[in-house]
């Protein structure tokens, strides 16, 4: 017997002016995930998702629509983070007027990311 437990709900918005999907915990209603018109008229186009994904009541299906926009969603800040990552080795790697073998230098960013994600794993971005 395969018994699942879903705290997280979507909130979908599609067929108005200004469409937008969130992901939210039913137990606080703390935002998950959150996807603007111009993100999900790209995923649509790319086939990632459909709206036919938002119209299912099996419980399989919506468990799979979730695990889909949390994973795009943790890739977009990973390709961000790698980003900024190769962005700010560049200025330091030019800055810096030393032997170029000597400046490889590792670089923290403190800035903390704008993304909302995986909240109830105690995971971030940052």
Same mark, same amino acid.
């Given at each position: ?63 799979? *629509?979730? $695990?889909?926009?949390? @994973?795009?969603? =943790? ?8 980003? +900024?990552?190769? &962005? ?7 800055? *810096?007027? $030393?032997?170029?073998? @000597?400046?490889? =230098? ?8 704008? +993304?909302?994600? &995986? ?8």
């Amino acid at each position: 017997m395969k018994l699942v437990s879903l705290n997280i709900q979507i909130n979908a918005w599609l067929d108005c002016s200004h469409p937008f999907i969130s992901l939210h915990n039913k137990n606080d209603g703390d935002l998950m995930a959150y996807f603007n018109s111009e993100k999900i008229n790209s995923l649509i186009d790319d086939g990632e998702i459909t709206v036919e994904d938002f119209q299912s009541n099996s419980m399989d299906s919506q468990i799979e *629509t979730i $695990t889909t926009l949390l @994973s795009i969603k =943790q890739q977009d800040a990973i390709f961000r983070r790698l980003q +900024d990552t190769r &962005f700010t080795f560049k200025l330091r790697e030019k800055s *810096t007027k $030393t032997h170029p073998k @000597s400046n490889v =230098q590792s670089i923290k960013n403190n800035k903390s990311s704008e +993304d909302i994600l &995986f909240p109830f794993l105690g995971l971030s971005t940052a």
